[in-house]
């Protein structure tokens, strides 16, 4: 009886320090929140322009939405993607639809779906586009090819923009994304049949995953896009 008493109080302790470690985590973030809402307003009082307003509308959000208040995060953040795609500050507006797909409301997939795009699009933060592919795979059903594209797509991007060390981490943390996506999708298990699933799926070749990554992220988006896709594509540089 006395060990079971000592396990239910450390049981208690334990339960009393997490709630106050939430309580206090809470309200640091209360407490940041109200100095961006104070710099919020001081650039505008001083007319500050729009990309300067539209980055701490995005730390607010981001913010929000760590205090699972994901509705009032939405319509900054969403302010803040269009004044970041208008200044063609990709990555900054790819950041915002992570922060959106977070917030949890009616368009979060679509806002997800297209920071995807940009992700692919643009080179930008490697482990910002490897955050957007994996909410994919946490949202695709076990026995889809969703989750397979994106987290190849994520491999594929760390492989080719990564440098260093960085490159090691990231390569090994999305090759072991993949290997979990292909353990849920079809039971894999060994290396062999790793490769056999690879083959079988078409994941070993860009312009054939790429293609079906856009069906993915179309699936997401449907028809609610925030900006001319076809008008960014034609900026871009020919090779």
């Avoid at 104070?38 to 701490?56: F, H, K, S, V, W």
């Avoid at 643009?122 to 955050?131: H, N, R, V």
């Avoid at 090759?175 to 994941?203: N, Y």
Wanted: glycine share 4%.
């Amino acid at each position: 009886m006395k060990h079971f008493d000592i396990t239910r109080t450390q049981l208690q302790d334990t339960a009393a320090d997490s709630i106050t470690n939430h309580a206090a985590e809470e309200a640091a973030l209360e407490s940041h929140l109200l100095a961006l809402e104070e710099q919020y307003a001081t650039l505008q009082r001083i007319g500050a322009n729009r990309q300067q307003l539209a980055e701490l509308q995005l730390q607010q959000a981001r913010t929000l939405v760590g205090l699972d208040r994901g509705e009032q995060a939405w319509p900054l953040g969403r302010d803040a993607f269009d004044a970041f795609i208008e200044v063609e500050e990709f990555e900054s507006a790819a950041d915002c639809c992570d922060v959106l797909f977070r917030a949890e409301q009616e368009h979060s997939l679509s806002a997800l779906g297209q920071g995807i795009w940009l992700a692919v699009t643009y080179p930008m933060d490697i482990e910002l586009s490897i955050e957007l592919l994996s909410h994919v795979v946490d949202e695709t059903p076990d026995d889809a090819d969703g989750a397979a594209v994106a987290a190849t797509t994520a491999l594929f991007l760390a492989d080719v923009r990564a440098d260093g060390v960085q490159r090691d981490n990231l390569t090994f943390f999305a090759t072991q994304i993949l290997a979990d996506v292909a353990r849920r999708h079809s039971g894999v298990e060994s290396q062999q049949a790793f490769d056999l699933w690879r083959d079988r799926l078409e994941l070993r070749e860009p312009e054939k995953f790429l293609v079906r990554l856009r069906n993915v992220v179309d699936v997401l988006v449907q028809d609610e896009w925030w900006f001319d896709r076809d008008s960014l594509q034609g900026k871009l540089p020919v090779n």
